[in-house]
């Protein structure tokens, strides 16, 4: 599994938005080519842009949740991430500003400055109530006390990184946020007036995803109906093949040691076949370490087949497990009570790793903290993941007969995973995503 610093690269994308903007299309499709291809460097490009860099973040008009140094040497690292942003922001600013995503924006977002547009990814408080995003805020957390809090995180129910708006799409977010907090629209009448601010060119919630090399920009519950077809079809196709990890390690008081050294798979592939008969997984990881001390944290993410980026993720264990009991709670409650007994074990035992030579590794060298990695992966997966698969495998496991079926438990419990990772339930936002 790839590890991506998901606020550094989306909002490196943000900020190349922003450059392509003040740049124009002419001048971006010119100057991007040469980095594109590989003639020119992060390095060279950060040189080249930092005026325009530096304004984005000091004028405000990028507003991401890393700062700008975080950003900028992430990405000098990440060559994917570089060329991908570069991709999008060309694309983005050819398609809005030449033809129109919907051809309804060609009169009211022009080529260059568009609206002076704010490029934001992430939340923070100081921002204001007056900027989109903030506005959004403030609708999403009204909606979603007033239907139990179906949604975790705003990025369930619209995962846009950059909103376009128009004058009068900015003033009808503004009039809706500025309403009393029991007379602000509930999902389903926030979700159709952001659809007709869309349809009329006022409003684009825009998604960013990586890309290799053709972008693409798709609607995503514009139509319900199809939503509908792609969910009710999707089904179940069984668990993907894994070697179980293999190891053992003893320790007490004074010592932790590896007695037979480990080898085998940490995670679980759920295999699933959508409405357009494209195939996919859900992946079941758990991070064990964070600042170099055991975790709880667990992500459940979403794959298509020969994409780039990830179709979405849920994160935690108790918020998988709230999706899973809709349909059945049996095996949530299963689920849940297996993570946490073994979550306790591995605890313990990562404790005395890091007491006993781990903490040393992780504080250390390149070469080291990859061995620290390693090692509580590895623990990781002894104690937890094991368990875990037998579990998982043993309910998602069907015949070829049965993977055929559209009804059953098992194939809820996968669409609504999927629906809710996707950001395509019945209650979430219409918005853009821009991927390969």
Known sequence: MVQVNTDEAEGAQALFCYIADILGTKRTAKEFKPFIDGEANQTTFFKDYKKIIDEAFTL?????????????????????????????????????GKVGIKNNFKNKISPINWQKMIYIHGANKTWGDDDIMGNMAILFKSANEASNKYFGNLNKWSPADIYFASPKGKV??????????????????LNTQIFTLIESGDLLPLSLKQVKDSVVIKE????????????????????????????????????????????????????????????????????????????????????YEKSSALAGQIVGIPLLCKRIKIYDSEFATKLESKFNTTYGKFEADMASYVKHGGGKLYNGN???????????????????????????????????????????????????????????????????????
């Open 172 to 189: 009808k977010i503004a009039e809706l946020a500025a309403l009393k907090p029991k007379e602000r629209p509930n999902f389903s009448s």
């Open 60 to 96: 405000k008009r990028v507003r991401t949740a890393k700062t700008k140094t975080q950003i900028i040497d992430y990405i000098k690292k990440k060559d994917d991430w570089f060329t991908s942003s570069l991709r999008i922001a060309q694309y983005t600013i050819e398609t809005i």
């Open 366 to 436: 390149k070469d080291q903290k990859k061995r620290f990695n390693d090692d509580v992966g590895a623990i990781s997966s002894l104690t937890i993941m094991n368990p875990l698969r037998e579990l998982i495998d043993g309910y998602f496991k069907v015949d070829e007969e049965a993977s055929k079926k559209q009804d059953g438990i098992k194939n809820n419990v996968v669409r609504e995973i999927f629906a809710y990772a996707a950001s395509r339930s019945v209650n979430s936002a219409p918005f853009n995503i821009a991927k390969d």
């Open 220 to 303: 995503v519950n514009f139509n319900r109906k199809k939503e509908d077809t792609l969910l009710g079809k999707l089904f179940c196709k069984g668990v993907e093949p894994y070697v179980k990890m293999k190891g053992k390690y003893v320790y007490n008081s004074k010592s932790f040691k590896f007695t037979q050294p480990y080898s085998g798979g940490r995670d679980i592939y759920v295999k699933f076949i959508d409405g357009d008969k494209k195939k996919g997984t859900i992946q079941f990881r758990h991070t064990p370490a964070s600042n170099g001390k055991p975790s709880k944290g667990f992500k459940i993410v979403l794959k």
